[in-house]
Protein backbone atom coordinates (compact mmCIF):
# COMPACT_ATOMS: atom_id res chain seq x y z
CA UNK A 1 0.00 0.00 0.00
CA UNK A 2 1.28 3.33 -1.33
CA UNK A 3 -0.39 5.69 0.69
CA UNK A 4 -0.67 9.89 0.64
CA UNK A 5 -2.28 12.72 1.90
CA UNK A 6 -5.49 11.00 3.99
CA UNK A 7 -6.89 14.07 5.67
CA UNK A 8 -6.52 13.52 9.34
CA UNK A 9 -9.06 15.52 10.50
CA UNK A 10 -11.27 12.95 9.10
CA UNK A 11 -12.54 9.70 11.19
CA UNK A 12 -11.71 6.86 8.77
CA UNK A 13 -11.17 3.29 8.81
CA UNK A 14 -10.41 0.42 6.43
CA UNK A 15 -11.98 -2.78 5.32
CA UNK A 16 -10.04 -5.22 3.15
CA UNK A 17 -12.36 -7.65 1.27
CA UNK A 18 -12.56 -10.40 -1.38
CA UNK A 19 -13.94 -9.10 -4.49
CA UNK A 20 -15.02 -11.25 -7.64
CA UNK A 21 -16.40 -9.96 -10.85
CA UNK A 22 -17.82 -11.45 -13.74
CA UNK A 23 -18.56 -9.28 -17.02
CA UNK A 24 -21.13 -11.31 -18.54
CA UNK A 25 -20.33 -12.05 -22.18
CA UNK A 26 -16.74 -11.07 -22.13
CA UNK A 27 -15.25 -14.07 -20.34
CA UNK A 28 -12.58 -12.16 -18.12
CA UNK A 29 -12.57 -12.35 -14.37
CA UNK A 30 -11.13 -9.97 -11.41
CA UNK A 31 -10.23 -10.99 -8.40
CA UNK A 32 -8.37 -9.58 -5.59
CA UNK A 33 -7.85 -7.77 -2.19
CA UNK A 34 -9.74 -4.33 -2.59
CA UNK A 35 -8.88 -1.93 0.32
CA UNK A 36 -11.73 -0.11 0.87
CA UNK A 37 -11.34 4.15 2.48
CA UNK A 38 -14.58 4.36 4.33
CA UNK A 39 -14.75 8.62 5.40
CA UNK A 40 -17.45 8.56 7.92
CA UNK A 41 -19.59 11.47 7.75
CA UNK A 42 -19.62 14.69 8.44
CA UNK A 43 -19.98 18.50 8.33
CA UNK A 44 -16.93 19.35 6.19
CA UNK A 45 -18.36 20.01 2.49
CA UNK A 46 -14.37 20.16 1.59
CA UNK A 47 -14.46 16.66 1.28
CA UNK A 48 -17.48 14.94 0.88
CA UNK A 49 -17.61 11.04 0.78
CA UNK A 50 -19.73 11.17 -2.39
CA UNK A 51 -15.92 11.70 -4.12
CA UNK A 52 -14.77 8.21 -3.13
CA UNK A 53 -13.72 6.12 -6.08
CA UNK A 54 -11.27 2.60 -6.50
CA UNK A 55 -9.69 3.57 -9.81
CA UNK A 56 -7.48 1.16 -11.93
CA UNK A 57 -4.07 2.64 -13.29
CA UNK A 58 -2.79 0.42 -15.70
CA UNK A 59 1.16 1.00 -14.11
CA UNK A 60 3.28 1.86 -10.98
CA UNK A 61 4.20 4.97 -12.26
CA UNK A 62 0.82 6.25 -13.33
CA UNK A 63 -0.34 5.65 -9.94
CA UNK A 64 3.31 7.63 -8.11
CA UNK A 65 2.33 10.67 -10.37
CA UNK A 66 -1.19 10.25 -9.94
CA UNK A 67 -1.29 9.91 -6.16
CA UNK A 68 1.49 12.83 -6.02
CA UNK A 69 -1.72 14.75 -7.75
CA UNK A 70 -0.21 15.48 -11.17
CA UNK A 71 -3.32 15.70 -13.42
CA UNK A 72 -2.24 13.95 -16.10
CA UNK A 73 -0.49 10.61 -14.88
CA UNK A 74 -1.22 8.76 -17.34
CA UNK A 75 0.57 10.83 -20.02
CA UNK A 76 4.27 9.70 -20.28
CA UNK A 77 5.26 13.15 -22.25
CA UNK A 78 3.28 14.96 -19.53
CA UNK A 79 2.32 13.89 -16.30
CA UNK A 80 0.32 17.49 -15.48
CA UNK A 81 2.39 17.85 -12.39
CA UNK A 82 2.43 21.76 -13.28
CA UNK A 83 5.49 24.41 -13.06
CA UNK A 84 5.05 24.53 -9.56
CA UNK A 85 3.93 21.48 -6.94
CA UNK A 86 0.68 19.85 -6.87
CA UNK A 87 -1.29 21.25 -4.09
CA UNK A 88 -3.58 18.24 -3.94
CA UNK A 89 -4.51 14.64 -4.73
CA UNK A 90 -7.51 12.90 -5.22
CA UNK A 91 -6.03 9.83 -5.24
CA UNK A 92 -4.64 8.74 -1.45
CA UNK A 93 -3.99 4.70 -1.31
CA UNK A 94 -2.38 2.46 -4.13
CA UNK A 95 -1.65 -1.51 -3.84
CA UNK A 96 1.25 -3.33 -5.57
CA UNK A 97 3.42 -0.85 -5.91
CA UNK A 98 6.42 -2.09 -8.34
CA UNK A 99 8.70 0.17 -6.68
CA UNK A 100 11.49 -1.06 -7.27
CA UNK A 101 11.85 -1.38 -10.90
CA UNK A 102 10.96 1.97 -10.70
CA UNK A 103 13.15 3.67 -8.07
CA UNK A 104 14.20 6.67 -10.48
CA UNK A 105 10.45 7.70 -10.82
CA UNK A 106 10.33 7.41 -7.06
CA UNK A 107 13.36 9.53 -6.71
CA UNK A 108 12.57 12.39 -8.92
CA UNK A 109 8.92 12.67 -7.07
CA UNK A 110 10.46 12.76 -3.55
CA UNK A 111 13.29 15.09 -4.85
CA UNK A 112 10.71 17.20 -6.61
CA UNK A 113 7.59 17.02 -4.87
CA UNK A 114 8.02 16.16 -1.06
CA UNK A 115 4.80 18.11 -0.04
CA UNK A 116 2.82 15.71 -1.75
CA UNK A 117 4.77 12.67 -2.80
CA UNK A 118 3.68 9.30 -1.78
CA UNK A 119 4.82 7.03 1.47
CA UNK A 120 5.78 4.15 1.10
CA UNK A 121 4.25 1.53 3.93
CA UNK A 122 6.97 -1.48 2.92
CA UNK A 123 5.78 -5.03 1.74
CA UNK A 124 2.60 -5.77 0.49
CA UNK A 125 3.35 -10.10 1.82
CA UNK A 126 3.88 -11.32 -1.91
CA UNK A 127 6.26 -10.83 -4.91
CA UNK A 128 5.05 -10.24 -8.28
CA UNK A 129 6.86 -11.37 -11.43
CA UNK A 130 6.30 -10.37 -15.21
CA UNK A 131 7.67 -11.75 -18.68
CA UNK A 132 6.18 -12.98 -21.75
CA UNK A 133 3.04 -15.18 -21.71
CA UNK A 134 1.48 -17.88 -24.00
CA UNK A 135 -1.94 -18.38 -23.66
CA UNK A 136 -2.76 -22.33 -22.40
CA UNK A 137 -4.78 -23.67 -25.40
CA UNK A 138 -2.07 -22.83 -27.73
CA UNK A 139 0.45 -24.46 -25.61
CA UNK A 140 -1.92 -27.71 -25.14
CA UNK A 141 -1.88 -27.61 -28.58
CA UNK A 142 1.62 -27.63 -29.93
CA UNK A 143 2.27 -30.31 -27.20
CA UNK A 144 -0.21 -32.81 -28.62
CA UNK A 145 0.74 -32.10 -31.84
CA UNK A 146 3.81 -32.56 -31.86
CA UNK A 147 5.11 -32.48 -27.93
CA UNK A 148 6.41 -29.26 -28.16
CA UNK A 149 6.50 -26.96 -25.04
CA UNK A 150 5.67 -23.50 -26.32
CA UNK A 151 5.94 -22.06 -22.46
CA UNK A 152 9.63 -22.92 -22.99
CA UNK A 153 12.23 -20.69 -24.76
CA UNK A 154 14.01 -23.28 -26.04
CA UNK A 155 11.27 -24.27 -28.91
CA UNK A 156 11.47 -21.12 -30.67
CA UNK A 157 14.60 -21.65 -31.64
CA UNK A 158 13.84 -21.63 -35.78
CA UNK A 159 16.81 -23.51 -36.81
CA UNK A 160 14.85 -26.51 -34.78
CA UNK A 161 11.16 -25.46 -34.79
CA UNK A 162 8.42 -23.96 -36.47
CA UNK A 163 6.65 -22.27 -33.82
CA UNK A 164 4.90 -19.56 -35.68
CA UNK A 165 2.51 -22.66 -37.32
CA UNK A 166 0.57 -22.42 -33.65
CA UNK A 167 0.24 -18.60 -33.76
CA UNK A 168 -1.52 -16.02 -36.17
CA UNK A 169 0.47 -14.73 -38.68
CA UNK A 170 1.48 -11.12 -37.89
CA UNK A 171 -1.22 -9.56 -40.55
CA UNK A 172 -3.82 -10.58 -37.60
CA UNK A 173 -3.26 -7.30 -35.95
CA UNK A 174 -4.35 -4.30 -37.61
CA UNK A 175 -1.28 -2.02 -37.54
CA UNK A 176 -4.13 1.46 -36.37
CA UNK A 177 -4.06 -0.42 -33.18
CA UNK A 178 0.42 0.04 -32.81
CA UNK A 179 2.43 2.69 -31.69
CA UNK A 180 4.29 3.38 -35.42
CA UNK A 181 8.07 2.51 -34.93
CA UNK A 182 9.06 6.08 -34.94
CA UNK A 183 6.93 7.28 -31.73
CA UNK A 184 7.85 4.49 -29.69
CA UNK A 185 10.86 5.35 -27.01
CA UNK A 186 12.88 2.00 -27.32
CA UNK A 187 13.47 2.18 -30.78
CA UNK A 188 15.31 5.27 -30.42
CA UNK A 189 16.82 5.40 -26.94
CA UNK A 190 20.45 5.45 -27.14
CA UNK A 191 21.42 3.34 -24.15
CA UNK A 192 18.83 0.79 -24.93
CA UNK A 193 20.36 0.11 -28.29
CA UNK A 194 23.93 0.49 -27.94
CA UNK A 195 23.33 -2.41 -24.92
CA UNK A 196 21.03 -3.98 -27.93
CA UNK A 197 24.52 -4.32 -30.15
CA UNK A 198 26.58 -5.35 -27.50
CA UNK A 199 24.65 -8.36 -26.35
CA UNK A 200 23.47 -9.58 -29.65
CA UNK A 201 26.41 -8.57 -31.79
CA UNK A 202 23.41 -7.63 -34.31
CA UNK A 203 24.14 -4.84 -36.55
CA UNK A 204 21.53 -5.15 -38.90
CA UNK A 205 18.75 -4.69 -36.04
CA UNK A 206 20.11 -1.04 -35.46
CA UNK A 207 20.68 1.75 -38.42
CA UNK A 208 22.36 5.39 -37.64
CA UNK A 209 19.77 8.44 -38.45
CA UNK A 210 21.62 11.61 -37.84
CA UNK A 211 24.26 10.48 -36.22
CA UNK A 212 21.92 8.90 -33.67
CA UNK A 213 20.99 4.66 -33.46
CA UNK A 214 17.20 3.63 -34.80
CA UNK A 215 15.90 0.20 -34.20
CA UNK A 216 15.13 -0.78 -37.86
CA UNK A 217 11.99 -0.67 -38.83
CA UNK A 218 9.75 -2.20 -41.57
CA UNK A 219 6.72 -1.11 -42.63
CA UNK A 220 6.79 1.56 -40.23
CA UNK A 221 5.53 -0.63 -37.29
CA UNK A 222 7.81 -3.55 -37.06
CA UNK A 223 11.05 -4.41 -35.97
CA UNK A 224 11.68 -7.67 -36.72
CA UNK A 225 14.60 -10.22 -35.07
CA UNK A 226 17.46 -12.03 -37.51
CA UNK A 227 15.07 -14.88 -37.84
CA UNK A 228 11.96 -13.09 -39.05
CA UNK A 229 13.58 -10.93 -41.18
CA UNK A 230 14.38 -12.96 -44.39
CA UNK A 231 10.82 -15.00 -44.17
CA UNK A 232 8.26 -13.07 -41.76
CA UNK A 233 5.42 -15.78 -42.40
CA UNK A 234 6.14 -17.88 -39.45
CA UNK A 235 6.76 -14.93 -37.38
CA UNK A 236 5.35 -14.45 -33.85
CA UNK A 237 3.92 -11.63 -32.44
CA UNK A 238 4.44 -10.25 -29.34
CA UNK A 239 2.16 -7.53 -27.83
CA UNK A 240 3.14 -5.35 -24.97
CA UNK A 241 1.82 -1.92 -24.04
CA UNK A 242 3.82 1.37 -22.86
CA UNK A 243 6.89 -0.68 -23.99
CA UNK A 244 6.53 -3.24 -21.03
CA UNK A 245 9.79 -5.79 -22.11
CA UNK A 246 9.89 -4.61 -25.69
CA UNK A 247 13.65 -3.98 -25.29
CA UNK A 248 14.40 -7.72 -23.25
CA UNK A 249 12.07 -9.37 -26.16
CA UNK A 250 14.33 -8.02 -29.01
CA UNK A 251 16.88 -9.54 -27.41
CA UNK A 252 15.91 -12.67 -26.39
CA UNK A 253 14.66 -13.16 -29.97
CA UNK A 254 18.52 -12.66 -31.31
CA UNK A 255 20.21 -14.65 -28.69
CA UNK A 256 17.99 -17.35 -28.85
CA UNK A 257 16.99 -17.01 -32.49
CA UNK A 258 13.62 -16.95 -31.99
CA UNK A 259 11.50 -15.72 -34.87
CA UNK A 260 9.45 -13.08 -32.84
CA UNK A 261 8.25 -9.86 -33.38
CA UNK A 262 7.62 -7.26 -30.34
CA UNK A 263 5.16 -4.34 -31.83
CA UNK A 264 3.81 -2.11 -28.96
CA UNK A 265 -0.07 -1.14 -28.93
CA UNK A 266 -0.95 2.35 -28.78
CA UNK A 267 -3.57 1.92 -25.28
CA UNK A 268 -3.81 -0.26 -22.48
CA UNK A 269 -7.75 -1.06 -23.71
CA UNK A 270 -6.82 -2.54 -27.39
CA UNK A 271 -3.54 -4.45 -25.79
CA UNK A 272 -5.90 -5.89 -23.07
CA UNK A 273 -8.70 -7.32 -25.90
CA UNK A 274 -5.78 -8.20 -28.34
CA UNK A 275 -4.61 -10.99 -26.98
CA UNK A 276 -7.96 -12.81 -26.26
CA UNK A 277 -8.44 -12.47 -30.36
CA UNK A 278 -5.48 -13.04 -31.95
CA UNK A 279 -2.90 -15.86 -30.73
CA UNK A 280 0.13 -14.40 -29.88
CA UNK A 281 2.51 -13.83 -27.05
CA UNK A 282 1.93 -10.91 -24.51
CA UNK A 283 3.59 -9.18 -22.17
CA UNK A 284 2.03 -9.89 -18.62
CA UNK A 285 2.49 -9.99 -14.82
CA UNK A 286 1.47 -11.88 -11.86
CA UNK A 287 -0.77 -11.35 -10.03
CA UNK A 288 -2.93 -9.51 -12.16
CA UNK A 289 -6.37 -10.36 -13.70
CA UNK A 290 -6.06 -8.98 -17.09
CA UNK A 291 -5.34 -11.82 -19.29
CA UNK A 292 -6.45 -14.44 -16.42
CA UNK A 293 -9.18 -16.33 -18.77
CA UNK A 294 -6.22 -17.37 -21.21
CA UNK A 295 -4.85 -19.65 -18.54
CA UNK A 296 -1.69 -17.97 -19.88
CA UNK A 297 1.74 -19.45 -19.34
CA UNK A 298 4.70 -17.23 -18.36
CA UNK A 299 7.81 -18.89 -21.17
CA UNK A 300 10.70 -20.05 -19.28
CA UNK A 301 14.34 -18.99 -19.59
CA UNK A 302 17.40 -19.53 -18.18
CA UNK A 303 18.07 -18.76 -14.60
CA UNK A 304 18.38 -15.14 -13.43
CA UNK A 305 21.75 -13.77 -13.60
CA UNK A 306 22.26 -11.07 -11.59
CA UNK A 307 25.76 -9.96 -13.13
CA UNK A 308 24.41 -10.00 -16.71
CA UNK A 309 21.07 -7.84 -15.59
CA UNK A 310 23.02 -5.31 -13.93
CA UNK A 311 24.73 -4.74 -17.51
CA UNK A 312 21.23 -4.19 -19.13
CA UNK A 313 21.78 -8.02 -20.73
CA UNK A 314 18.31 -9.84 -20.32
CA UNK A 315 18.95 -13.40 -21.88
CA UNK A 316 18.11 -14.67 -18.40
CA UNK A 317 15.12 -14.67 -16.68
CA UNK A 318 14.47 -11.72 -14.55
CA UNK A 319 14.10 -11.48 -10.92
CA UNK A 320 10.87 -11.67 -9.10
CA UNK A 321 9.56 -8.16 -7.59
CA UNK A 322 9.08 -7.31 -4.26
CA UNK A 323 5.46 -4.98 -4.45
CA UNK A 324 5.21 -2.70 -2.16
CA UNK A 325 2.03 -1.73 0.47
Given at each position: ????????????????????????????????????????????????VSSIFLTSLPGTAMQMYAMTG??????????????????????????????????????????????????????????????????FNVVRRAFETEGLLLDFYGSYHASWHTPGAYFDKITAVNVSDLTPCNENPWLSDQE??????????????????????????????FWFPPACRVDTSNCVLFLTSAGYEMWVMMQRATIYNMPVAPVDVKDWERFASLPQQISCLFYAWEPDPTFLGLQAKMLMFPRYNRSDWEQGFASTAAQGVRLET
Amino acid sequence: MIVRNLPSKHPFRFLTRSLWFDTSGTQQWFHGIRLILHLEPNQDQNFPVSSIFLTSLPGTAMQMYAMTGCETPTNPQDRGCGPQAPKQTYFHVGMEGWTKPYWQTWAKIQRDFPATAPVNLGHIGYDGDGGQFVAFNVVRRAFETEGLLLDFYGSYHASWHTPGAYFDKITAVNVSDLTPCNENPWLSDQETLQIYVQATGDYDGVEEVNGELRGKCFSGYFWFPPACRVDTSNCVLFLTSAGYEMWVMMQRATIYNMPVAPVDVKDWERFASLPQQISCLFYAWEPDPTFLGLQAKMLMFPRYNRSDWEQGFASTAAQGVRLET
